[in-house]
Antibody
Framework: EVQLVESGGGLVQPGGSLRLSCATS????????MDWVRQPPGKGLEWVAR??????????AYAASVEGRFTISRDESKNSLYLQMNNLKTEDTAVYYC?????????WGQGTMVTVSP | DIQMTQSPSSLSASVGDRVTITCRAS??????LGWFQQKPGKAPKSLIYDASNLQSGVPSKFSGGGSGTYFTLTISSLQTEDFATYYCLQYQDYPFTFGQGTKLEIK
């Protein structure tokens, strides 16, 4: 069974940093594109970042709202995806989901809550 | 950025009804569109990818159509478990963009 389990969320002050993790199992991690998607409380979904697969050189892409502050990365030995978030802003407050897939965006993890507040 | 406009933003329907949600892209996205269902407090679930391909395990009462700039999600014979919020997503170009969502409620 394919599983994605996020962790690392919490409360942080503006300007602070946080690293989210997504532990994966049930599939060959290096074969798949991976994304981070977020959802502010009571609002819609926003795509955040993508890491291509090994065959495509792990090339990354970011939403403009996080470019230069967030970094998506992988550890193939741990089958894990990460999102390093620096210089956090109040508008980064959201549930962060990791998602598998080149075009299928399937499945999604359960999400981890990040709250940025003074 | 490509703008995705979903309509309606909310919809009331009865059990057994057939409903259609639409998504318009601000430019050509070919077939690079997905549909997702989200229930309160839960992660989104993929229903359709590449505009019309049903995700494995998703009931055939869900169907997607369209290409270019106009797309539809149709749900036939609504059941209580189908009342949720639905989102479209374009993945033709970065940044990927979601529609604003359609909340499907019981009439």
């Amino acid at each position: 069974e394919v599983q994605l389990v996020e962790s690392g969320g919490g409360l942080v002050q503006p300007g602070g940093s946080l690293r989210l993790s997504c532990a994966t199992s049930g599939f060959i991690f290096s074969d798949h594109y991976m994304d981070w998607v977020r959802q502010p409380p009571g609002k819609g979904l926003e795509w955040v970042a993508r890491s291509r697969n090994r065959r495509n050189g792990y090339i990354t892409a970011y939403a403009a709202s996080v470019e230069g502050r967030f970094t998506i990365s992988r550890d193939e030995s741990k089958n894990s995806l990460y999102l390093q978030m620096n210089n956090l802003k109040t508008e980064d407050t959201a549930v962060y989901y990791c998602v598998r897939g080149y075009n299928s965006f399937n499945p999604w993890g359960q999400g981890t809550m990040v709250t940025v507040s003074p | 950025d490509i703008q995705m406009t979903q309509s309606p933003s909310s919809l009331s329907a009865s059990v057994g009804d057939r409903v259609t949600i639409t998504c318009r892209a601000s430019q050509n996205i070919n077939i690079y569109l997905g549909w997702f269902q989200q229930k309160p407090g839960k992660a989104p679930k993929s229903l359709i990818y590449d505009a019309s391909n049903l995700q494995s395990g998703v009931p055939s009462k869900f169907s997607g159509g369209g290409s270019g700039t106009y797309f539809t999600l149709t749900i036939s014979s609504l059941q209580t478990e189908d009342f949720a919020t639905y989102y479209c997503l374009q993945y033709q170009d970065y940044p990927f963009t979601f529609g604003q969502g359609t909340k499907l409620e019981i009439k």
